[in-house]
C-alpha cells in the first residue's frame, strides 16, 4: 500500500511539474504592475506587482518555484534523513481550546500558518488548514472540532497552497460566521469560487497595501518570497504576501509562507519600526536545493526576526503536515538551538496547538 501510494505522488506529482514548467515557461507577454486602486499604498514609489502573461513574479527576488530538474531529482532521489525521519517520533503538543475573550489580546496556533488572532476587540483567523489534504493527512489533532472554533471576524489569506487555504476549513468558517470578511491577495477572488463560499465579503490587496477597516485595527498585504499554484492551470495567478496586524500599539506579522530575503525583512521595520509578535515559519526546508527558495530554515526565520527587531518569535509550518525530507521534530530543535547560540531564547515562545498566548 505504501509503494502504491507513493508511485501514485510520483504520477501525480510529475504530471503537474510538466504543467508547472509549461505553464512558467510559457509566461510571456508585456510587463503589467497591478495594484488595487482602491486601497492606499503605503511604499512611496512602489509601481505594483509584477504580471507577465497574467503571471504575478516575484519582482527583483528570485522566483520561489523550484525547477523541473531540481524536484524530480528530490523525489526520485533518496532522502539522506530516511532513517533518521523513521525513528523521529516527535509530535505538536495539544491542549483543549476552551473560552478566548474577546476583551483580551492573544495568538493561538491551530497547526501549520493557522492562527487565531485576537487584538483590539477583533478577531482574526489566518490560513485555514484544519483537516487531511489529498494525499497528506494532518498529524496533530485539532484543540477543538472546526465548527465550534470561537467566533471570527477576518480571514486571512497569505496565498493559494492547499497546506494555507483550505476550502473545506474556510467553509467550516463561513458556516458559523456568516458575516466574515476575508483579507487576500490579488487574484484571490478565484479561491472563493462555487457557491459554499462565494458569498463572503472580500478585498484583495497588493504588496504594501492597506486593507478598509472601520474597527480601528490596520491590515497591510507585505511582501513574502515564494509561488502560488492549486490546480494544474493555475500557477501564480494568485499573489502571495505576509500580513502586518497593528492595534492597541502592539504589532504582529503574519509572514504566511516564505523564503529568507534581507530585504524583505529589514524593510518591514524601517517601514513601520519593531515588530512585536512574529509568525514565522520553520519547517519543510529540506532538500534545500528545492526548498530554499520559498522555505525558511530554522535559523533563517532567527535572522528574520533580528531584522525586523522582533520582541517574541512564534514558530509555525511544522509538525502539522510531512511535506519534507527533514524529521518532524528537528526544525524546532534547531530552531531552540539557534536562538540559546544568540541568547534569545527568552524571545522563542512555542505553542502547543490550541494554547492561549495572552499579550
Known sequence: MRRMKKMLLLC????????????????????????????????????????????????????????????MRWKLGRNPQRDEKRRDTFRVRVESLGEIPLAENSV?????????????????????????LPLNRRL???????????PVDYLLVSHSHRDHFDRR????????????EALVPLGGDRLFSGRALSGIRRQEAGWYQEYHFADGLRVIFLPARHWGRRGLFDTNRTLW?????????????????????????REVRELFGNIDICLLPIGAYSPQFVMKRSHMTPEEAVQAFLDMGGGMLVPMHYGTYDLSD?????????????????????????LAVGEILKF
Not at 496533530?140 to 472546526?146: E, F, G, L, Q, T
Not at 474556510?170 to 456568516?178: D, F, I, M, S
Open 12 to 71: 501525480v506529482a510529475f504530471a503537474g511539474i510538466l504543467l508547472l514548467i509549461r505553464n512558467m515557461g510559457g509566461a510571456k507577454g508585456e510587463i503589467e504592475w497591478r495594484t488595487n486602486s482602491g486601497l492606499p499604498t503605503l511604499k512611496e514609489g512602489w509601481r505594483g506587482n509584477i504580471v507577465i502573461g497574467g503571471r504575478f513574479r516575484n519582482d527583483s527576488l528570485a522566483e520561489g518555484a523550484s525547477s523541473f530538474r531540481d524536484v
Open 108 to 132: 493561538v496556533w491551530l497547526g501549520q500558518a493557522s492562527f487565531l488572532i485576537t487584538v483590539g476587540g477583533v478577531r482574526l483567523a489566518t490560513d485555514p488548514c484544519y483537516f487531511d
Open 326 to 350: 527533514e524529521p518532524l521534530g528537528e526544525p524546532l530543535q534547531r530552531l531552540w538551538l539557534c536562538a540559546a547560540a544568540l541568547g534569545i531564547e527568552n524571545r522563542v515562545k512555542a
Open 169 to 180: 476549513s474556510a467553509e467550516a468558517l463561513l458556516r458559523t460566521n456568516p458575516a466574515m
Open 241 to 265: 504576501g505576509s500580513f502586518l496586524i497593528i492595534a492597541d500599539d502592539v504589532k504582529i506579522f503574519f509572514a504566511g509562507d516564505t523564503g529568507y530575503d534581507r530585504r524583505i525583512f
Open 140 to 150: 496533530v489533532a485539532m484543540p477543538c472540532s472546526a465548527d465550534s472554533l470561537p
